[in-house]
């Protein structure tokens, strides 16, 4: 039996501004209950914008939701006009960063490389990466998919110490399941969630391999958690357009309930 505590993470993306974040938070907050806390770790990932008021609310309230950036840049400080940094993430008390997502892999060609540098700036900051990754459509229908997704984390985890690997949370994405209402199907999520465990058992331990999270990512609903949950190698959800409705990131939360 797994002692990993779920994790259900809401990636709003580009949706909800400050205003509109701080009501969000507080609709979270005011449906969950200490025994939903107890039995899983709930963590909302807003846009930049919003992570001050985010903040302030959290710690005003003392609120046990977690929350996160969406992106980081690679550098510290310096001349890289648009891009947020580590030391600035962990002054607003960040607790994960996603790295890799798949939109920006698609849209702003980040690439292996690139992800693996801004996993070790996030360590380096205190922040624990959410890292994405996840097969495109041909490639799956290549067959390809388990060698696709195990050369991005082999790329992403890179050089990585044991002590900072064995916190990183893996979020598997299919970028054919994200945004499509094409949920990928259980054991075909568990499938490839197995092979991240056993690339990280190979590339560290298989005790290390056991204390980490897999996530997976695509389509996540209320009507389809459970199922994706009772999956072994599965330990949480990285929630897009569901995570926009406070009633819905809930029930998602609640995936013993459904
Ligand atoms: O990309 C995702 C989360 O990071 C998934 O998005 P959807 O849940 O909207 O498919």
């Given at each position: 039996?797994?002692?990993?505590?779920?994790?259900?993470?809401?990636?709003?993306?580009?949706?909800?501004?400050?205003?509109?974040?701080?009501?969000?938070?507080?609709?979270?907050?005011?449906?969950?209950?200490?025994?939903?806390?107890?039995?899983?770790?709930?963590?909302?990932?807003?846009?930049?914008?919003?992570?001050?008021?985010?903040?302030?609310?959290?710690?005003?309230?003392?609120?046990?939701?977690?929350?996160?950036?969406?992106?980081?840049?690679?550098?510290?400080?310096g001349?890289?006009?648009?891009?947020?940094?580590?030391?600035?993430?962990?002054?607003?008390?960040?607790?994960?960063?996603?790295?890799?997502?798949?939109?920006?892999?698609q849209?702003?060609?980040?690439?292996?490389?690139?992800?693996?540098?801004?996993?070790?700036?996030?360590?380096?900051?205190?922040?624990?990466?959410?890292?994405?990754?996840g097969?495109?459509?041909?490639?799956?229908?290549?067959?390809?998919?388990?060698?696709?997704?195990l050369?991005?984390?082999?790329g992403?985890?890179?050089?990585?110490?044991?002590?900072?690997?064995?916190?990183?949370v893996?979020?598997?994405?299919?970028?054919?399941?994200i945004?499509?209402?094409?949920?990928?199907?259980?054991?075909?999520?568990?499938?490839?969630?197995?092979?991240?465990?056993?690339?990280?058992?190979?590339?560290?331990?298989?005790?290390?391999?056991?204390?980490?999270?897999?996530?997976?990512?695509?389509?996540?609903?209320?009507?389809?958690?459970?199922?994706?949950?009772?999956?072994?190698?599965?330990?949480?959800?990285?929630?897009?357009?569901?995570?926009?409705?406070?009633?819905?990131?809930?029930?998602?939360?609640?995936?013993?309930?459904?």
């Open positions: 039996m797994s002692t990993r505590t779920p994790l259900m993470a809401g990636n709003w993306k580009m949706n909800l501004n400050h205003l509109e974040a701080i009501a969000h938070v507080q609709k979270l907050a005011f449906a969950l209950a200490d025994k939903d806390y107890e039995a899983v770790e709930v963590a909302v990932l807003p846009p930049f914008t919003d992570l001050r008021s985010v903040q302030t609310l959290v710690d005003g309230d003392k609120l046990k939701i977690k929350y996160g950036a969406q992106d980081i840049s690679a550098h510290d400080s001349a890289f006009t648009g891009e947020i940094s580590g030391p600035m993430l962990a002054k607003l008390k960040c607790t994960y960063v996603a790295i890799g997502h798949s939109e920006r892999r849209y702003h060609a980040e690439t292996d490389e690139l992800v693996n540098a801004k996993v070790k700036a996030a360590y380096k900051h205190g922040l624990t990466p959410i890292l994405c990754v097969e495109e459509l041909e490639v799956r229908e290549a067959g390809n998919h388990v060698s696709h997704t050369a991005q984390v082999e992403g985890l890179k050089d990585l110490p044991a002590e900072q690997a064995e916190t990183v893996i979020a598997y994405e299919p970028v054919w399941a945004g499509t209402g094409k949920v990928c199907g259980a054991e075909d999520a568990q499938e490839v969630c197995a092979a991240i465990r056993g690339k990280i058992a190979e590339l560290y331990s298989q005790d290390l391999a056991d204390k980490v999270r897999i996530q997976y990512g695509g389509s996540v609903k209320a009507g389809n958690v459970a199922e994706i949950m009772a999956q072994a190698d599965i330990d949480g959800a990285l929630v897009g357009g569901a995570s926009l409705d406070a009633d819905e990131f809930v029930k998602i939360v609640r995936f013993r309930d459904q």
